[in-house]
């Protein structure tokens, strides 16, 4: 079944299910399920640059994550995908690439990704709720 993907344009984040036919990326999955994603609609697209071992891919992402920018991952992610036809069509490379991020193991966290951490703490996060009175604040 697809979902659809989250539409990360300058507007609020919706999901936009006219964007992409493949499948929604489910938000927990392992390192190896993500670039598995990424590699088949790399070879899809001739996106050549974009395959990579899941082992490179964890280097890939760890040398971003604890160098000086973590945000340059969003930019090398950019440069490999090269020219797009629209926002829309990097948005989705770029959400492949997010989910290989969150998959990715982090030493520093016990070898554990930010998706097996979230999977860990759920059962603890509650809601965010605004009261009215809040709503008046932000105005």
């Not at 006219?18 to 392992?30: K, L």
């Not at 088949?40 to 604890?66: K, P, Q, T």
């Not at 797009?84 to 991020?101: D, E, G, H, P």
Request: net charge positive; charged share 25%.
């Amino acid at each position: 079944m697809s979902l659809g993907w989250w539409r990360l344009d300058d507007g609020p984040a919706v999901v936009d299910p006219g964007c992409m036919s493949a499948p929604f990326v489910p938000p927990v999955q392992t390192l190896a399920q993500a670039v598995a994603a990424m590699t088949a609609a790399a070879r899809r697209e001739g996106r050549a640059r974009l395959i990579l071992s899941d082992a490179d891919w964890g280097a890939l992402v760890l040398r971003h994550m604890y160098g000086p920018d973590p945000a340059s991952f969003t930019q090398e992610i950019v440069d490999r995908v090269g020219r797009v036809a629209s926002i829309t069509a990097l948005n989705r490379w770029l959400i492949l690439a997010t989910a290989i991020w969150n998959a990715t193991p982090q030493p520093d966290r016990g070898g554990k990704s930010a998706n097996e951490l979230l999977v860990e703490e759920r059962p603890y996060l509650r809601p965010l709720q605004a009261s009215r009175r809040d709503d008046r604040r932000a105005r």
